[in-house]
């Protein structure tokens, strides 16, 4: 009954790869996001989507590519990767002004 | 533009003692706020919000916060912790413009119990 589920949990890989995040939410919300937490383990917004159209952007590089087939999911694309691209990945969903987080996906480039 | 300020990055407690995590927003509309917590190797979880009415606002573990709109704070409270209580605590704020939802977090208050 995982409310938020990212696949996979870590992520290992060398610099110049590419690679996919996956997320799905079935509490049936409209929004999803996604955030990056890095080792100081600050938080910041990504993407949002909003019914499969993309809402925010937050000057991320054009490396990362987020994809949303559906309101229940949304993927996120990295290529090229780079040592600063380390980073524990969150995706969260809402309806409204509450939101639901993943339990993370721990990226590491080396 | 909104920014979170946590003051207090790491705050040790003993057992049973309070605690007050401390958070300071600013934003040129009006927002609404929240906690979360982060247990180690976990994900995000919603501890508290307010949103509208009381300031007070209650988790059922025993956290409480109080939105005070003339200092622009929303500090996060427990008379007396627990072991369990031991996580990352994040303030954040997100404008009440339908469209933008979107978070704005602190950077985060490591709450260590001390037995």
């Known amino acids: 009954d995982t409310a938020v589920s990212q696949t996979p949990k870590y992520l290992v890989t060398q610099m110049g790869n590419d690679k996919s995040i996956k997320c799905e939410q079935n509490?049936?919300?409209?929004?999803m996001y996604w955030y990056k937490q890095d080792s100081k383990k600050f938080l910041k917004i990504m993407f949002s989507?909003?019914?499969?159209?993309?809402?925010i952007n937050e000057t991320v590089p054009n490396r990362f590519s987020p994809k949303s087939p559906d309101k229940a999911h949304l993927n996120l694309h990295i290529n090229s990767l780079e040592l600063g691209d380390s980073a524990v990945y969150f995706c969260?969903?809402?309806?409204?002004?509450?939101?639901?987080f993943g339990p993370g996906t721990r990226l590491t480039v080396l | 533009a909104q920014s979170v300020t946590q003051l207090d990055s790491q705050v040790p407690v003993f057992e049973e003692a309070p605690v007050e995590l401390r958070c300071n927003y600013s934003s040129s509309v009006s927002v609404y706020l929240f906690w979360y917590v982060q247990y180690p190797n976990q994900g995000l979880q919603l501890l508290l919000k307010y949103l509208s009415g009381s300031t007070l606002v209650e988790s059922i573990n025993g956290f409480e916060a109080e939105f005070n709109k003339s200092q622009t704070s929303f500090h996060l409270r427990k008379p007396s912790v627990h072991i369990s209580d031991t996580a990352e605590y994040f303030c954040?704020?997100?404008?009440?413009?339908?469209?933008?939802?979107?978070?704005?977090f602190g950077t985060g208050t490591r709450l260590t119990i001390i037995p």
């Open positions: 969260a969903s809402s309806q409204g002004f509450e939101q639901f």
């Open positions: 954040a704020v997100s404008d009440q413009g339908f469209g933008n939802e979107k978070l704005t």
């Open positions: 989507y909003n019914n499969k159209e993309l809402i």
């Open positions: 509490l049936g919300h409209d929004t």
